[in-house]
């Protein structure tokens, strides 16, 4: 009890928790690993950017009186069979693989992020029939599958990006439907729905903001592999249209005259490597500095 006339002393409060983003920023400061893939990958988009600022020459203009010239002062690494500038090639060609990767890996990730959580919250038959569905299309090989979208369908960023997501979104839905599993029992989705609310108001507004370190880790990983995927259909003939600057085709182009000009298929081969190795490095420091390991090993 109090005393007449004096003021009860101040009851202390908890201090609020720090909102996600917050958390997310502390974890990502923390992770070095984190850090410099996200370096390596803001250079590659930085340079693909700057790239017409960079570099004077036409990435796509043939010129056969300097076809296979090695490196100098003017052409830093050299020109390929067709006169043209490998480095300029190279600078150009980070925005066909940035920009045909990014815009299928976010395709695949909002997909597969959708229908994961649906999955999950919706449950009963229809988890039952999907489950049975993403069985059935990941039983097909990758590679296979990829060959026969575009073989069907024709060449192109497009089509690819199509193809992409028909591969990857059943592996995306999968670990989406393992994190959300393990927010659906929470409080504050049972209060929702008791309250009445959608599917769709419950998924965006309870499960997909407690789920996000999951889904960003997914896109970073995912975009690894999908650049990796893209440069292989270039090589193989199935990507890219000649004369269109993109490092699988460069490789393809120039594997013949290796031993001449070798730097007309090392320059992106280096670039290729660089990219995803920024790319993993980024996905695994996320996923150690946000905790996200135990979740996708439990999916």
């Not at 009860?8 to 984190?34: D, E, I, K, N, Y």
């Not at 060609?93 to 649906?118: D, E």
Request: proline fraction near 5%; include cysteine.
């Amino acid at each position: 009890m109090t005393a007449l006339g004096t003021t009860p002393a101040t009851t202390a409060t908890a201090p609020a928790a720090p909102h996600a983003a917050v958390r997310a920023w502390r974890g990502l400061r923390s992770s070095r690993t984190a850090l410099v893939g996200l370096a390596v990958v803001a250079v590659h988009i930085l340079v693909a950017l700057l790239a017409p600022l960079l570099t004077s020459y036409d990435p796509i203009a043939n010129d056969a009186s300097h076809a296979l010239l090695g490196p100098s002062r003017e052409h830093w690494a050299g020109t390929d069979q067709y006169g043209r500038d490998v480095l300029t090639r190279v600078l150009y060609g980070g925005r066909y693989a940035l920009g045909v990767s990014v815009a299928a890996t976010l395709i695949t990730v909002a997909l597969g992020t959708v229908v994961g959580c649906a999955a999950a919250l919706r449950a009963g038959w229809f988890d039952d029939v999907l489950g049975r569905v993403l069985d059935a299309i990941l039983s097909v090989p990758s590679i296979l599958a990829l060959l026969v979208i575009v073989t069907a369908l024709g060449t192109g960023p497009a089509v690819i990006v199509l193809a992409i997501a028909v591969v990857y979104v059943p592996q995306v839905v999968r670990v989406v439907r393992g994190a959300a599993l393990a927010v659906v029992p929470m409080d504050y989705v049972t209060a929702a729905r008791a309250r009445g609310e959608s599917t769709w108001a419950i998924l965006r507004r309870e499960v997909l903001p407690n789920i996000t370190d999951v889904v960003c880790v997914e896109f970073a990983m995912r975009a690894s592999w999908v650049v990796l995927l893209i440069s292989s259909l270039s090589f193989l003939g199935f990507g890219a249209d000649p004369p269109t600057p993109d490092w699988g085709l460069m490789v393809a182009e120039n594997r013949t005259a290796i031993t001449v000009v070798p730097m007309a298929s090392l320059a992106p081969i280096i670039a290729l490597a660089t990219l995803v190795v920024g790319l993993n490095l980024a996905a695994d420091g996320l996923s150690k500095a946000w905790g996200v390991d135990r979740i996708r090993e439990g999916s």
